[in-house]
């Protein structure tokens, strides 16, 4: 059973940066596409960025593109988020997926979740 956990959230101004974590066990983290997912209060999930099994290939939604990175250490089973230029819609909480059988923007498509990690931009 794979395992994911995600670490490095917490409450950082607008305009402050962050370095989410999550580390994986149970499984070959190297054969698995990963991704970041946030949620909201009262909001649905979304996709925030993706990361091709290598990590040659990266994907963000429109919100997030030019101020987060997603990167990858296969020999550390971890996947990063750096988060910059945060603002107050930025804040959720964030999940770490894995897996995905195919829409990677799609929260069904993917098979394995982690607990979830607060980050709260303050203005």
């Known amino acids: 059973q794979v395992q994911l956990v995600e670490s490095g959230g917490g409450l950082v101004q607008a305009g402050g940066s962050l370095r989410l974590s999550c580390v994986a066990s149970?499984?070959?983290?190297?054969?698995?596409?990963m991704a970041w997912f946030r949620q909201a209060p009262e909001k649905e999930r979304e996709f925030v960025s993706a990361?091709?099994?290598?990590?040659?290939?990266?994907y963000y939604a429109d919100s997030v593109k030019g101020r987060f990175t997603i990167t990858r250490d296969n020999a550390k089973n971890t996947m990063y988020l750096e988060m910059n230029s945060l603002t107050t819609d930025d804040t959720a909480n964030y999940y770490c997926?894995?897996?995905?059988?195919?829409?990677?923007?799609?929260?069904?498509?993917?098979?394995?979740w982690g607990q979830g990690t607060q980050v709260t931009v303050s203005s």
């Open positions: 997926a894995g897996d995905a059988s195919s829409d990677l923007k799609n929260p069904l498509s993917w098979a394995y």
């Open positions: 149970g499984g070959i983290f190297s054969r698995y596409v």
């Open positions: 990361v091709s099994v290598l990590g040659g290939a990266t």
